[in-house]
């Protein structure tokens, strides 16, 4: 993992294909790309429009429920979400602040272009890495296995394996009341080819729907009617800074260059909240029938978890108002974002919506809100490495799998980086299990269950999410890092010796005895480690936090894990890659259709397939001790 001068040319021969092609550099394509890169294999990263790169097409922050986790996961592994985001960040707020640790999260505001600029900077410093800006139109495919990419530009790139991360702009379109325009993105393309391309192969494509409010003009705003939201005095930061020195943040070795951004968590800014009136209710009502989504303009689903605005009323009728967040887009932009007002009602509904809500009876808008049809591909076509089943080589993330959110993107984005690139190198997959972390259990809800509408991660999703806290990310995934060596030599070092320091600490305090039982049943006291062991004191603060947080609750935490032990025997009985589970006798036939959709992996990830009941896992496992083939 390294940052240099060394470029190579463009490459458009066929017998000298890049190790990997990344088709999209938004935040899926940026981490698949860098994950990629830093395990040595030649990256080329295609995008319509380089000026776009992570572009923050939706609301202008990182983190929240569960996502704050995926990008501590994501730092965990090497990524660069985390880091990006703490350097340019403008507000940080630790979310369920009074909870316990395993349902906080941290949440950031970024400088949306910052953040942008910075992430372009990395790629284009990375060594390893070709960026270049071209719409894919086409795979070419070559017995059954993908060989490459067909451009806009009439250049074909050959690749021995290719990411596909093309976010909302397959065949997309904006709707604005009964206005229509072709794009992913105001003020960008649509996606085309690929979609055919991709149906030709015999992958099946579905649509889903997304949104995003208008922006305004804060000195528009009148804020005296609004309540102000500040960050915390302590902000919770998402890269792990004990793993790594400070010099990393902004200092790109070899090329006497300065990566935009300043130090995480200083001058921070606020974010101001009001509510929808009587009269925003009213106007909406009156105008639902102007919606495209409830005039049967669009068809496809959307976000239940993030509805519009039309939706929240008409779905929650017993709400009088619904809470609205102004939120900066930046230090340097007097643009701002109203966040929890989507919609895609016309503009002049928009405009009387807006003059109906407190603080905003005379803003300016600079752009109209819009929803956005695309194509997806179901990702139950897809193995827990994101390889396509149908064509070889082949790899999807973000948005094209059907999930919402630049956290979920980003996570899968970083994973199939991974997984191109080892089995380019023959070696295993990186297959994380739901009991490792949020990233585990989102491809595997994805591979396994599918999804019809955008998938958005709770920590509900997770059943085990108390092993899953936000700051104990490094010591669940360091074993990954090192072995598919996504971080530099003297982190990885880092990160193993700081888990060594833990389990060698933890079996010390559960073991010796301090009065009346261990120093961990002190501890569980209300104790503090540091008054019952005060070398602890000596310990870097990960491993002493951590520390406290396993043995407080450890109880809780061991029947996580005997949970887990059960559920391993399931996963223990292997199944064949390709079987017809219509040949077994007494498998309700509905089960055995999903069987052979899916081909699970083991009985564990057959139990969890959506219609597949215990009644069929049983007779699964019957004839699995007959031997299954």
């Not at 985001?85 to 395993?102: C, E, V, W």
């Not at 068809?299 to 993030?306: A, V």
């Not at 010591?475 to 530099?488: A, G, K, T, W």
């Not at 569980?524 to 406290?548: F, G, I």
């Amino acid at each position: 993992m390294e940052e240099g001068t060394h470029r190579l040319p463009l490459k458009l021969s066929p017998h000298d294909p890049y190790d990997v092609i990344v088709c999209g550099a938004g935040h899926a394509g940026c981490e698949a790309a860098l994950s990629a890169a830093r395990m040595g294999s030649q990256v080329l990263l295609l995008t319509g429009n380089v000026d776009t790169i992570a572009q923050m097409s939706c609301n202008p922050a990182i983190g929240g429920q569960a996502k704050g986790q995926i990008v501590r996961e994501i730092d965990a592994l090497g990524g660069e979400m985390a880091i990006n985001t703490d350097t340019t960040g403008i507000q940080f707020r630790l979310l369920n602040a009074s909870k316990g640790p395993a349902v906080q999260a941290p949440r950031a505001q970024c400088d949306k272009k910052a953040y942008q600029y910075r992430m372009k900077h990395t790629l284009e410093c990375q060594k390893n890495i070709t960026l270049f800006q071209a719409i894919g139109k086409g795979l070419v495919y070559k017995e059954g296995k993908v060989t490459g990419v067909e451009t806009n530009l009439d250049l074909t790139f050959h690749g021995k394996t290719v990411i596909l991360t093309t976010g909302t702009f397959l065949q997309a379109i904006m709707h604005i009341g009964k206005n229509t325009n072709e794009g992913g993105r105001m003020g960008d393309f649509s996606a085309k080819g690929i979609s055919g391309s991709l149906q030709k192969a015999g992958i099946e494509l579905q649509r889903l729907k997304t949104g995003t409010p208008p922006r305004i003009l804060g000195s528009s705003i009148d804020f005296s009617q609004t309540r102000e939201q500040k960050g915390d005095d302590e902000p919770t930061l998402f890269a792990f800074y004990e793993s790594r020195g400070n010099e990393e943040l902004f200092h790109v070795e070899q090329l006497g260059q300065e990566k935009l951004g300043w130090a995480p968590g200083t001058d921070q800014v606020s974010c101001w909240m009001t509510d929808t009136s009587d009269e925003t209710e009213r106007i909406i009502k009156e105008n639902l029938h102007l919606s495209p989504l409830y005039s049967g303009i669009i068809k496809s689903s959307g976000p239940r978890y993030c509805p519009s605005i039309e939706d929240k009323f008409v779905r929650f009728e017993d709400k009088d108002t619904h809470r609205i967040f102004l939120e900066p887009e930046g230090r340097n932009t007097d643009e701002w974002y109203i966040n929890g007002l989507s919609t895609s009602l016309p503009l002049d509904v928009q405009l009387k919506m807006l003059a109906s809500i407190p603080g905003l009876e005379n803003v300016q808008i600079t752009r109209p809100a819009y929803a956005v049809e695309y194509d997806f591909a179901l990702p139950t076509q897809l193995f827990p490495t994101l390889e396509s089943k149908k064509i070889e080589n082949l790899f999807f993330a973000g948005q094209i799998n059907g999930t919402s959110g630049y956290e979920e993107a980003a996570g899968q984005g970083l994973i199939a980086g991974v997984n191109a690139t080892a089995k380019l190198n023959g070696m295993d997959p990186m297959i994380l299990g739901r009991d490792e972390a949020y990233l585990g259990v989102l491809v595997d809800d994805l591979v396994t269950k599918g999804t019809q509408e955008p998938y958005r991660m709770f920590t509900s999703r997770a059943e085990y999410r108390l092993l899953l806290n936000h700051s104990s990310a490094e010591f669940r995934l360091q074993h990954y890092s090192n072995q598919y060596d996504l971080v530099p030599e003297h982190r990885g070092r880092y990160m193993k010796d700081a888990y060594d320091k833990f389990n060698t600490w933890f079996n010390k305090i559960e073991t010796e005895r301090y009065q009346n039982g261990t120093y961990g049943d002190a501890l569980r006291r209300t104790a503090q480690l540091a008054e019952v062991l005060p070398e602890a004191r000596e310990l870097p603060s990960d491993v002493l936090n951590q520390l406290e947080y396993s043995i407080r609750y450890k109880g809780y935490l061991d029947r996580e894990y005997r949970h887990i032990e059960k559920f391993r025997n399931l996963e223990k009985v292997k199944l064949p890659a390709t079987f017809d589970y219509l040949r077994i006798k007494g498998l309700r036939k509905e089960s055995a259709l999903k069987l052979n959709d899916i081909q699970p992996r083991n009985l564990s990830q057959a139990s969890r397939i959506s219609g597949v009941n215990p009644a069929d896992i049983s007779i699964l496992m019957v004839v699995c001790k007959q031997d299954l083939t």
